[in-house]
C-alpha cells in the first residue's frame, strides 16, 4: 500500500511577511481587473488564507487594502525613474521608461483604473498617492537634468512631459499594446527632448538644460537620430527665418 504524502505544514509567517503576501495577491488581483471587481475572498483564495485572516491585517476592509496596494504599486513606480546620474540623458530615459512601461505591461487593467479614476474605491487619499507618484518621477527628472532650483515653466514642462507618458501609456493599452514596447519607449524619449526645445526658447534656464544636456549626447545616440530625421522636415520653412 503507497503511503501517502504528508500534508504540508501551516507556514507561520511574521506580521510582517504576512502582510506582504495578502498585499502580493492583492497586487496580482489589481493588475489584471479593475478593483471594484476585486473581493476579499478572490484575495483570501489567492494568498492560501481565509478571509477572517484578511480583516484581521486589514480591519478596514477592501478600501485599506486597496489602498496600502496602490501605496506599494507607487512606491515601485516612483522608483522607475531613479537613475544615476551618469550617461547621456537620453539613455536614462531609455532605462527609466523601460521600467516604467513593463510596469504598464504587467499591470495593464489595474495601470488603467488606477490613472483613469472612476473606481468605487476611490477616494481623496488615493488620489493624492497617484499624485505623489507623478510628482516624485518629476523630481526624479530635474535630479537627471541637474537642476537644483527649477523656475515654473521648467517644472511645468516637465509635470506635463510626465502627464503625457502617463496618457500614451493608457493609449498604448486600449490599442492592443500597439506599437511594440521599444518603440514607444524610443518615441517618449524624443518628445521630451522636443518639448524641452520648444520651452528653452522662452525661458533661459531650460535653454541652459538644454544645451547641457545635448553636450553629452552621442553623434548616433537618439537625439541624433532624431535631429537628422526633423531638421529635412524643417528645411521647407527656412523663409520664416
Do not use: N
Request: one cysteine or more; aromatic letters at 6%.
Amino acid at each position: 500500500m503507497t503511503p501517502q504524502a504528508p500534508t504540508p505544514a501551516y507556514r507561520r509567517l511574521s506580521v510582517e511577511q504576512r502582510r506582504s503576501q495578502l498585499l502580493e495577491a492583492a497586487l496580482s488581483l489589481f493588475a489584471h481587473r479593475a478593483p471594484e471587481e476585486v473581493s476579499l475572498d478572490d484575495v483570501a483564495e489567492a494568498a492560501g488564507v481565509s478571509r477572517p485572516l484578511v480583516y484581521r491585517y486589514f480591519p478596514g476592509g477592501k478600501q485599506q487594502l486597496y489602498e496600502a496596494a496602490l501605496r506599494t504599486a507607487a512606491e515601485e513606480l516612483e522608483h522607475c525613474f531613479a537613475e544615476p546620474p551618469e550617461g547621456p540623458l537620453s539613455q536614462r530615459l531609455s532605462r527609466a521608461l523601460d521600467r516604467y512601461l513593463a510596469f504598464v505591461d504587467q499591470h495593464d487593467a489595474g495601470f488603467s483604473a488606477l490613472l483613469q479614476g472612476g473606481s468605487v474605491v476611490e477616494t481623496s487619499r488615493t488620489t493624492a498617492i497617484v499624485d505623489g507618484v507623478r510628482r516624485a518621477a518629476a523630481e526624479h527628472i530635474l535630479d537627471h537634468l541637474a537642476v537644483q532650483d527649477p523656475g515654473p515653466r521648467l517644472r511645468m514642462t516637465v509635470r506635463m512631459w510626465i502627464t503625457a507618458v502617463e496618457g500614451a501609456s493608457l493609449i498604448w493599452l486600449d490599442a492592443g499594446k500597439e506599437p511594440p514596447l521599444d518603440e514607444l519607449r524610443d518615441w517618449l524619449v524624443e518628445q521630451f527632448v522636443a518639448v524641452l526645445v520648444a520651452s528653452a526658447g522662452h525661458d533661459p534656464q531650460t535653454t541652459a538644460v538644454v544645451r547641457a544636456a545635448l553636450a553629452l549626447e552621442p553623434r548616433e545616440g537618439a537625439v541624433g537620430v532624431l535631429a537628422r530625421r526633423v531638421l529635412p522636415v524643417l528645411g521647407d520653412a527656412a523663409r520664416l527665418l
